[in-house]
């Protein structure tokens, strides 16, 4: 992006993707393909128009970092696809270290918002067992899915994790 009003542009599309999909994730437990991909390429047209080519390939790099994030997490079995497609939008509309940083503070958030939802649904003890018994596994089978803390066989409280990612968005805008 070029000027300030693009930018702003650029940010504050990111902001209404993050809010909207945390809105959608928080009721349905899913964040609609229509949503992250329709956004993700929206993102690419606009910064090919108002950037050209080095627009294109900032907001492409931006969507590959923000997916690239939460690929290992989701291969895994640790949270869903639409996570994965809404860091993605998020970071073609802002670009690659905006996307970083997005990711960063997003891990921070989806942790404390973690251990707020473990508490409140009186899941610690359990949660710091399923972490010791999840890098126990790693270390004897390599990184693995373990069978018994994906997200289909799980019986754990549930984190609507694009609330994460509408926090990390959020600080992440407010300090740049």
Not at 31 to 59: Q, R, S
Not at 107 to 127: D, E, N, P, T
Not at 139 to 164: D, H, K, M, N, W
């Amino acid at each position: 992006m070029t000027n300030m009003t693009d930018m702003t542009l650029a940010r504050a599309s990111a902001l209404v993707l993050a809010a909207l999909a945390c809105a959608i994730d928080v009721r349905t437990r899913r964040i609609p393909n229509v949503l992250t991909f329709g956004a993700a390429a929206c993102a690419l047209v606009v910064h090919f128009a108002v950037g050209g080519a080095g627009g294109l390939a900032d907001a492409l790099l931006g969507w590959l970092v923000g997916t690239a994030v939460l690929l290992a997490p989701y291969a895994l079995g640790g949270m869903g696809a639409g996570d994965v497609k809404l860091l993605g939008a998020i970071g073609a509309c802002v670009g690659p270290g905006d996307a970083c940083w997005v990711a960063i503070y997003t891990g921070i958030a989806g942790g404390a918002l973690g251990l707020v939802v473990a508490c409140a649904h009186g899941y610690l003890g359990q949660a710091l067992r399923n972490v010791r018994m999840a890098l126990m596994h790693w270390r004897i089978f390599g990184l693995e899915p373990v069978p018994e803390l994906t997200l289909e066989t799980s019986r754990g409280p549930r984190l609507a994790y694009a609330a994460p990612i509408l926090v990390g968005t959020l600080v992440t805008l407010w300090l740049r």
